[in-house]
């Protein structure tokens, strides 16, 4: 039995995270697969009474979850590569974006898919203008923590591959709106780390499709 074991879905970006992080660490671990529709194993229901959702990350047998604090727990545990800046004020304003990406950035593009007409167009304006912020928060770095993929990165970098479903509801295009953001993402998507673990988009396309019916929007 693996003393990492990584409760997962392969098409949550939540998973991806950890999943990025694991790999960024060199750290061998054990994927489960949940059936989040079918029934949810025993393991997870008890390893995370409170919300029941993945991931969930057992180290040595004892549960973490919820996606952000798992990659702080993974940068604490295993030190090198170092995900987070050394200096108390880079770690503050990285866990401030990786803040503001948990709070924003899925849900306003499920808000894309979940939405048609004129409330989808508010959908996608609010989308682009988080994007945008993101940007801002960029500058002209090479990745957020500035030459090193990171922290902030991770937590980014996962949520891109929802990005061709919410472009292809919400008629727009990410690189038309911001080009540096679009640039980061093709830099992030070169590291064999990410790569790997970032599914083919035509298939989150089709989970967001399924999504859809099962809620029964249109």
């Known amino acids: 039995m693996s003393d990492v074991i990584l409760l997962d879905c392969w098409a949550s970006p939540f998973c991806m995270r950890v999943k990025i992080a694991l790999e960024e660490k060199g750290i061998k671990y ?8 079918g ?8 390893s995370n009474p409170i919300y029941g959702k993945v ?3 057992l180290h040595n047998g004892k549960p973490l979850c919820e996606s952000s604090i798992i990659v702080g727990y993974i940068d604490e545990t295993w030190a090198s590569p170092p995900l987070l800046p050394s200096c108390p004020y880079g770690r503050a304003q990285a866990k401030f974006w990786a803040d503001f990406i948990d709070k924003k950035l899925f849900d306003a593009g499920g808000n894309i898919w979940k939405t048609k007409g004129e409330a989808q167009a508010v959908a ?3 989308f682009i203008e988080i994007l945008k912020q993101l940007e801002g928060g960029l500058g002209d770095k090479a990745y957020f923590g500035g030459d090193s993929f990171g922290f902030v990165d991770i937590i980014a970098i996962a949520i891109i591959s929802w990005f ?3 472009e292809r509801f919400g008629n727009f295009k990410v690189e038309d709106h911001t080009p540096k953001f679009s640039a980061w993402i093709k830099r992030c998507l070169q590291r ?7 599914p083919d988009p035509e298939k989150v396309y089709e989970f967001v499709l399924l999504l859809k ?4 929007i249109e």
């Open 55 to 57: 991931p969930v990350l």
């Open 213 to 216: 019916k099962m809620n029964g």
């Open 39 to 46: 029934g949810k194993s025993e393991l997870l229901l008890t």
């Open 192 to 198: 064999e780390t990410v790569a790997k673990i970032i």
């Open 124 to 126: 996608v304006k609010d």
């Open 30 to 37: 054990e994927s489960r697969a949940e059936d989040l529709f």
């Open 164 to 166: 061709n479903a919410f």
